[in-house]
């Protein structure tokens, strides 16, 4: 076998657990509680592959909302720093959106106050 990147070694793993699976039940679910037991056991690694890869979705996408609402909050002090800052912070209202699409951040305006700031001015 080739060398191998990380994605091909996952992908290559779960093709032969498939293969597995498949050879396994192809007359219907095993009885020979041998065979039961790997059927179980590749089940078991399949769903944990598959929690593994969402979690590092997951990870990953919080990782750039942090990042951009680093950005966000930098630029908010930035601009409002004083003297520019209202001497009666509790009257000051912050409202960001930060959502994203596809792992792409949907770039919108936050409020801050009254005043709009567009996010393609920040990001």
Known sequence: MDTLNVQEVLQ????KRLQIIDETTKNGLPTD???IDMLSRVLDSMDKAVILKQKLIIDENNGTIQ?????ILTE???Q????KLDPNPTDMVIEVDICLDDNELVKDE???GTQKIEMSEII
């Open 110 to 112: 936050m409020t801050i």
């Open 80 to 83: 409002f720093t004083p003297p």
């Open 67 to 71: 990042k951009h609402a680093s950005k």
């Open 12 to 15: 290559f793993t779960q093709e």
């Open 76 to 78: 908010v002090l930035r």
């Open 33 to 35: 509680t041998k065979e």
